[in-house]
Structure formats: structure tokens, C-alpha cells
């Protein structure tokens, strides 16, 4: 199993290289840059401007220069954000954006997965039809327009929680992102358990553990809900790492400086560095969760290995 994960972690550094290049030469060949402005700077300004920042050099020198850079975990400094630098953008942000998409991977799975279960074992009963049909709905209504929603009457119309900004770890300032985040994964969750419940309720070896006369509950939880967490598990490897990265619809509306609004500032802005921080980020989380998803899978299921 260590030798696998080896092989995996090893393999995906042509792949974290390849998304490293085209980020950067897509960045480069976008119209504008991080200085351009209403008010044109004059010759020597943006002359030294340019130099400092590497960029009156041909464009594959100043990939060259990044990339030695970055192996040496410099991330470089912001051209917007001009006291800070890439990777303490990052530090402050990703903890932000993890806390949060952390409670919200977690409400899912314990919400999608209950409604599952339940629909699962009442099938073709109203609440079957219920959770089908609320799962379906929540699936379909996008982020940014339940955002605003909640803001709008949690935080301005009843005023119970505030309608945005970011108080530390306040839980009254997590509440509604939380559940902005969740609601779409507790509907992805709430089907996917549903359909591989029904199928592994209807497989030998759980007919064979009711025959032999085990509890209802021993049935569902031991033997039938761990061969249904399979495809679970297959979509909480990207779903995770979207999450924890940061959602940058969400922290845009509700004000949260996490990596995802970050990453919406940088790109409007033309800040080369801050982007390709936050793209080199993301794609470090999609390969060590796809990797921890194949490593779950071979833990759940004994007929998966990996020698």
C-alpha cells in the first residue's frame, strides 16, 4: 500500500507540472496586465516596475524563473497586494477556506447520508419521493443564487445572523456559508447513497445475513452501507477538494477572505503570482484526494488491493 501511494504521489508530479504550465502561459497570453490602469504610468515608472518583477524578459524566462522559484517553495511576490507575498496570502486564506469546507463536507455527509438511508429502505413511500424530489431540486438551484437568498433573509429581513463579513471562527458568521456550501453536496450525497443502498439491499450476501435472522440495523450498517459508500467516497475526491480550496462564488457573496476570493481578485486584477498560487493550491488538494479516495477504497473494500 506505501509503495502505491509512492508510485501515485510520484506520477502525479508530471501532471501538477503540465497544469503549472498551461495556468501560466494562459495568464500570459490573456489581454491586460496586473498594470495596466485608467491613469498610465510614466516610461521609467513602469520600466522599473517591470524589471522588479521580472517582467521585461521574454516569456520563457520568466516561466524559467518561476518554476526554479516554486521548487524552492517560493510562490512570489503579489503585484497587487505589494506588502505581501503569494504564500502569506495563501496561509491567511486556506485555513479560512478549509474550516469552512470542512463543516460543510461534514453536514453533508451526515444529512445527504441520513436522507439516503432513509429513502433507501422507504422506497416508493412519500418520503422517498420527498427526499428524491428535494435532493433534485438542490442539485439544480446553483450557488449564486442561493447565497443571496439566505443573506438576504436570515441576515437583512429577520436579522438573526449577519449577512456577511468574517468574524474570526464566529459560528454566527459560518452559519450561512456552511450551508450554502452543503446544501448542493447533501442533495449529490442523499442520491448517490440512495441508489447504491438499494442495490446493495438487493445483493446475495445481504439476503443471506436476513436469513440468517441479524438485527435490521446490523444488516444496513455493516453490510449494506459499506458497499453503498463506494461511489460516496469516489465523489468526495473532487468534491473535497473543491471545498476545501475554497468556493469562490460563496466567499465572494458572503465576504470571507478565503483562496477562492483570492483567486477571483487575482484573476480580475492580473495578478500572475496570486493565480498561480492558488492554482498550483488546488491542484496539490484534487491529487492527494484522489489518491486518499483509491487508499479508502481499498480499506472498505477487501476486494480491492494494491500490491
Given amino acids: 500500500m506505501l509503495a502505491y501511494a509512492l508510485r501515485r504521489l510520484l506520477g502525479a508530479i508530471p501532471t501538477i507540472f503540465v497544469i503549472i504550465t498551461l495556468a501560466f502561459f494562459l495568464m500570459r497570453i490573456a489581454p491586460g496586465g496586473p498594470f495596466d490602469r485608467e ?132 459560528p454566527a458568521h459560518m452559519i450561512l456559508p456552511v450551508i450554502t456550501l452543503a446544501l448542493p453536496q447533501i442533495a449529490v450525497i442523499a442520491r448517490l447513497i440512495r441508489g447504491a443502498m438499494l442495490e446493495a439491499l438487493r445483493s446475495d450476501h445481504v439476503r443471506t445475513a436476513r436469513a440468517y435472522g441479524l438485527p ?31 468556493s469562490v462564488v460563496v466567499e465572494t457573496i458572503f465576504g470571507i477572505p478565503g483562496v477562492g476570493r483570492y483567486f477571483v481578485q487575482g484573476a480580475l486584477n492580473r495578478d500572475y503570482t496570486l493565480v498561480m498560487g492558488t492554482v498550483v493550491i488546488i491542484a496539490v488538494f484534487v491529487v492527494v484526494f484522489n489518491l486518499v479516495v483509491d487508499l479508502l477504497y481499498a480499506a472498505i473494500d477487501p476486494r480491492v488491493r494494491y500490491d
Avoid at 455527509?109 to 439516503?116: D, I
Wanted: aromatic share 8%; net charge neutral; charged share 10%.
Fill in 39 to 170: 491613469r498610465v504610468l510614466e516610461p521609467t515608472v513602469m520600466a522599473n516596475i517591470s524589471k522588479a518583477f521580472h517582467l521585461d524578459r521574454p516569456v520563457y524566462e520568466q516561466y524559467v524563473i518561476y518554476l526554479g522559484n516554486l521548487m524552492r517553495g517560493d510562490l512570489g511576490p503579489s503585484f497587487v497586494y505589494r506588502d505581501f507575498t503569494v504564500g502569506e496570502l495563501l496561509a491567511a486564506g486556506l485555513p479560512i477556506s478549509m474550516l469552512l469546507g470542512g463543516c460543510a463536507l461534514l453536514l453533508a455527509l451526515l444529512v445527504g447520508g441520513t436522507l439516503g438511508i432513509i429513502a433507501a429502505l422507504k422506497q416508493n413511500s412519500p418520503i422517498d419521493y420527498l427526499v428524491v424530489a428535494v435532493a433534485t431540486f438542490g442539485i439544480t438551484i446553483p450557488n449564486f443564487v442561493v447565497a443571496p437568498v439566505l443573506s438576504l433573509a436570515f441576515g437583512v429581513w429577520l436579522n438573526l445572523l449577519p449577512a456577511g463579513g468574517w468574524d474570526g471562527a464566529s
Fill in 216 to 246: 435490521a440495523r446490523l444488516v444496513v450498517i455493516v453490510h449494506s452501507l459499506r458497499g453503498a459508500s463506494l461511489p460516496v467516497v469516489s465523489y468526495l475526491g473532487p468534491a473535497a477538494a473543491a471545498l476545501l480550496t475554497g
